[in-house]
C-alpha cells in the first residue's frame, strides 16, 4: 500500500478499512458490520477527548528543546520534541490526547537509553545512542499547537510526509567518536537536521520505509 494516508482520509469507513489493509471485498456482510462497529467505536473514543490546543512550554535555564512539526494549512502541529534539561540528560516526547499514556524516551549520561510507555513504568533499559525510530502520526487530530518561539530550534516537515501510516522519525546522539545509525538498510532519508548547541548533538531525521522489490 504505497499511497499516502492522511488522517482525512480515516473519516470514511472505506479509507480506514484501507489503512487496516483490509479489502471490504472480500468481507462477508456480516464481517463488514462488525468492521462497522469497530470503527464507529473509534470515532465515539476519539470525540470523547479533546484536542490538545496550544502547548505552554516552561523556560527553563540550561535547558534546550527541539521540534519536529508539520504545518497544515495556517496550523503548526506539534509532532515530537526532544528536550535536553540541564543535567545533559535527553527525552523524547510526543503530545497525546489520552492523559492515562505517558510515552517517551530517554537518555541518560551512563549512556543507558530508558522506554517509558505508562507514568513511572520503565519497559526497557539498553546502551545506545540512538532513540527508537517514531510513527504513526495524527498531529491533526492530537491538535497540538506548535509554538516556534518555545523551542531552540525546529524541523518543519512539508504536509502529505508524515502520516498514520506513512513516514518516520528517528532522533539519535552524535559525538565524537560515535557513529551515527545507519538508517538506510531500510529506510530513505529524506531529511536530516543536526542541532549543534548542545553536546552531544540532536540528530533528527524524517524517512520513510523503502519498498520492498
Not at 4 to 24: G, V
Not at 54 to 66: A, I, L, R
Not at 75 to 98: A, H, S
Not at 164 to 187: K, S
Request: aromatic share 10%; charged share 20%; with cysteine.
Amino acid at each position: 500500500m504505497n499511497e499516502f494516508i492522511s488522517e482525512d482520509d480515516l473519516q470514511t469507513f472505506e479509507e480506514w478499512l484501507k489503512y487496516q489493509a483490509i479489502d471490504a471485498s472480500l468481507m462477508t456482510t456480516d464481517e463488514l458490520v462488525t468492521w462497522r462497529c469497530y470503527y464507529e467505536e473509534t470515532q465515539k473514543q476519539r470525540a470523547a477527548t479533546s484536542k490538545i490546543g496550544v502547548m505552554n512550554f516552561k523556560t527553563v535555564p540550561g535547558e534546550s528543546k527541539y521540534a519536529v512539526a508539520v504545518r497544515e494549512g495556517t496550523d503548526l502541529f506539534l509532532i515530537l520534541w526532544v528536550r535536553r534539561n540541564q543535567q545533559g540528560e535527553y527525552f523524547v516526547l510526543k503530545p497525546t490526547r489520552i492523559r492515562q499514556v505517558d510515552s517517551q524516551n530517554s537518555y541518560h549520561r551512563d549512556g543507558t537509553l530508558h522506554h517509558k510507555i505508562v507514568k513511572n513504568k520503565v519497559l526497557s533499559n539498553q546502551k545506545s545512542h540512538a532513540f527508537p525510530i517514531l510513527n504513526g502520526f495524527t498531529p491533526k487530530d492530537t491538535g497540538a499547537i506548535c509554538d516556534p518561539h518555545a523551542f531552540t530550534g525546529i524541523v518543519e516537515v512539508p504536509a502529505g510526509t508524515l502520516g498514520p501510516r506513512h513516514g518516520c522519525i528517528g532522533v539519535c546522539l552524535a559525538e565524537p567518536g560515535i557513529g551515527l545509525p545507519n538508517y538506510t538498510w531500510a529506510y530513505e532519508v529524506l531529511t536530516q537536521t543536526v542541532f549543534r548547541e548542545v553536546s552531544p548533538h540532536v540528530v533528527v531525521s524524517i524517512m520513510r520505509k523503502k519498498q520492498s522489490g
